[in-house]
């Protein structure tokens, strides 16, 4: 199958020039990995989305993001049933007038599009640590916003350095993310990640290996101030999404990470094919 969108429903739709979305970033979205109509970690989409929609103010964010991840995939099934890639859902609060001011009453758009299942990437990253740093807002609390202009500009810094990813980090210093996803750096059994809370995003598969794919896997977790001092004690480090599952990283700056060894006791569990939310 090859990329395909809609807007409301509507194959090759258009989103108008006075969404909020659009104009404001006035909205959230996920990116799911599908296969054969499925979407795997559901449930932990479907919170991350209410809470996005919760913490901009919409109405109803719990059944509105069950409606929008639902209607979506519903969407592509009858496209193609058998349909294997990454699905994006974006919700915007729909059309509205000239200005910040929140309309009375809005109808919220769903915008969905589909892509095929991306080339695997194999060889673990080489990562640098951007100059740009992310803002504090404690208000978002790690949802998934469409503002992300911050990790479109550290990205393109990586990509200039020769670098396949970046870390993300807070104007102190402490690292937050990579640009792509969330980050791991292992010392012995024990697995540590960054706090997400007024800053970056909380991943899904970041959350699924701190809730139970770790412990099943042998290891602990720590979710705690990281930065270079860290790393320099770290066995192992690796990054996380929805897309790619999980990618061992090679190096960060002249620091190497010659283990795998978690990333690889990880890897065949971290899309949860068991939680695909509705099945009809």
Known sequence: MTERCWVDGIEGGYVPADDRGLNLSDGAFETLRVRD???ACFSL?????????????FHSPGSLATDALCSAITWLRNADSSASGILRVTVTRGSGPRGYKIPATSTAR???RFCPTPSVV?????VGIAPIHYSSQPHFQGAKLL?????VLGTSWAQEHGYDDIIMTSDQGEWVSSGSGNIFLRIDKTLYTPTI???GIAGTRRQLILSRLAEASGYSTLISSCNEVTAEAADEAFLCNAVLGIRSIKTINEREFPSTEAASALYSGIHDWDDVGPRG
């Open 37 to 39: 109509g499925l979407a």
């Open 45 to 57: 989409h479907q919170a991350r989305l209410e809470a996005g929609l919760g913490c901009l103010g």
């Open 110 to 112: 769903i915008v969905s």
């Open 122 to 126: 194999a060889d673990p990253a080489r």
């Open 147 to 151: 503002a992300r202009v911050e990790q």
């Open 197 to 199: 809370f007024d800053r």
